[in-house]
């Protein structure tokens, strides 16, 4: 399993350099890595090569790819139609080509977590560092475990229980019909198997991200207003999505007492402006990435035995935070992100009793 890390912030080329930096730095500690970036034109620019879809070295233990989402979606189509003939007996998408589908709103966040998540389980890297978008459509991608488990989760229940679920599971004159146009013997059992198979991806992914040895973000700024007040925005967000955020690198030469107060407890690291042919003094001022995000504040905590959760939400103020309760969940509003604690069997159905915020923390009874 790889080390994934990610960086928030709103100038491309101060986190494309830093993103660097970081592959750069860990690939001479020996460590495999691949630094994997979008389709934007920053990372081949500053790297000064040419970067293409498929991994390619281009140093010692260190090799680059960009995720076009063309070609992600040609190649994640073959699966799609392989899965289909695994199933029914006439497939019906045989005939429909890759090239030829357009992508989707949404569809590139989707292809690029599929491509880090299949780069993850291949065994070949130790560390993968994903230059994103470094914005809220980087936390909704990394979010989508967590999002998409809980609508398998919900639906696939209400699903089960309602009137179609059970004809279509347990009815004799049914399941013969069903029986004559797929690859399978259709039961209860293995109607669920494509089902099972998405819940296992999205399980470890919700678990990859909730681990910071695993997966971590750094917030990356000037000393611009604008620019720190949008890392503190994201930060909050990253919460959101259960994602550890490390620190802040601050593009820098100036005093950063405020700076480091308006972040507390995150350690702030400055590093220096860099030109695109010597990264090695940015380089030098990188931090231990595993160790800070190590030392984070958790974005969340459940106690069952004090019936407490716990929610880490640094950015926003009480007005910006909305609880609500509909069922057997527990809903965070904060910004523009929404989660749905899921809770352990002990709290699970238990009504909130009662909130407060403080030091930056929700804190929720139950």
Request: charged share 20%; with cysteine.
């Amino acid at each position: 399993m790889s080390l994934i890390l990610t960086f928030l912030g709103t100038g491309c080329t101060h986190r494309t350099k830093i993103a660097i930096a970081a592959a750069k730095l860990l690939a001479s500690q020996g460590k495999r890595v691949l630094l994997a970036g979008n389709a934007e034109p920053a990372m081949p620019i500053i790297l000064g090569i040419p970067v293409g879809p498929d991994p390619q070295e281009i140093a010692a233990n260190l090799q680059v790819v960009q995720l076009q989402s063309s070609v992600l979606l040609e190649r994640s189509w073959e699966d799609v139609k392989q899965l289909e003939a695994e199933y029914l007996k006439t497939p019906i998408l045989k005939d429909v080509y890759g090239q030829e589908l357009a992508i989707l709103p949404g569809m590139d966040s989707a292809l690029a977590l599929n491509a880090i998540r299949q780069y993850d389980e291949s065994g070949k890297y130790d560390a993968i560092i994903y230059n994103g978008t470094g914005d809220s459509i980087t936390l909704r991608m990394l979010g989508m475990p967590d999002s998409l488990s809980w609508y398998m989760r919900r639906f696939r229940q209400l699903f089960t229980n309602s009137d179609i679920g059970k004809t279509l599971t347990e009815s004799p004159v049914i399941q013969p019909l069903i029986n004559t146009l797929f690859n399978v013997n259709w039961t209860a059992d293995n109607f669920a198997q494509p089902a099972n198979k998405a819940s296992g991806f999205l399980e470890k992914g919700k678990e990859a991200v909730a681990d910071p040895k695993r997966v971590a973000a750094f917030l990356v700024s000037t000393n611009d207003p604008v620019e720190l007040a949008t890392c503190r925005y994201l930060w909050g967000s990253a919460q959101q999505v259960g994602l550890t955020v490390g620190g802040l690198m601050l593009v820098s030469s100036g005093t950063t007492d405020n700076i480091s107060e308006e972040f507390a407890p995150l350690p702030v690291s400055v590093v220096p402006e860099t030109s695109l042919s010597d990264d090695s003094a940015l380089i030098d001022s990188l931090p231990n990435f595993t160790a800070q995000a190590l030392q984070a504040p958790k974005p969340i905590e459940i106690d069952a035995h004090e019936r407490k959760v716990s929610l880490f939400l640094p950015g926003f103020d009480k007005k910006q935070i909305k609880l609500t309760q509909y069922g057997p969940e527990v809903t965070i509003e904060a910004g523009d992100q929404r989660r749905n604690i899921f809770l352990p069997p002990a709290l699970s159905g238990k009504s909130v009793t009662g909130a407060k915020f403080q030091h930056h923390y929700l804190i929720i009874s139950l």
